[in-house]
Nanobody
Framework: QVQLVESGGGLVQAGGSLRLSCVASGSISSINAMGWYRQAPGKQRELVATFTSSGSTNYADSVKGRFTISRDNAKNIVYLQMNSLKPEDTAVYYC????????WGQGTQVTVSS
């Protein structure tokens, strides 16, 4: 079992920045990949940024150059640094982790005002 807890969401003006954190606990050694997804009202959940099983990163085109995924392996934390935020980035942001199954956190709300 893996538990994921996100934090760092909030309300920010367009052009601002936020840093999301995802703390993983439980069977950490079984995690193959981790990443961030988001879901806006009325839309499907979509990929934002991920670490693949090989350690490389993958970003949605809409966030390339603005968002950066990073991790602190010693603390079992994955971060999402979000800069130059836009109103269309407003969504609930979810952390996920792959082992033999997929785990999700509870999500953290990000609201970007224009």
């Amino acid at each position: 079992q893996v538990q994921l807890v996100e934090s760092g969401g909030g309300l920010v003006q367009a052009g601002g920045s936020l840093r999301l954190s995802c703390v993983a606990s439980g069977s950490i050694s079984s995690i193959n990949a981790m990443g961030w997804y988001r879901q806006a009202p009325g839309k499907q959940r979509e990929l934002v940024a991920t670490f693949t099983s090989s350690g490389s990163t993958n970003y949605a085109d809409s966030v390339k150059g603005r968002f950066t995924i990073s991790r602190d392996n010693a603390k079992n934390i994955v971060y999402l640094q979000m800069n130059s935020l836009k109103p269309e980035d407003t969504a609930v942001y979810y952390c996920n982790a792959w082992t033999l199954r997929l785990y999700w956190g509870q999500g953290t709300q990000v609201t970007v005002s224009s």
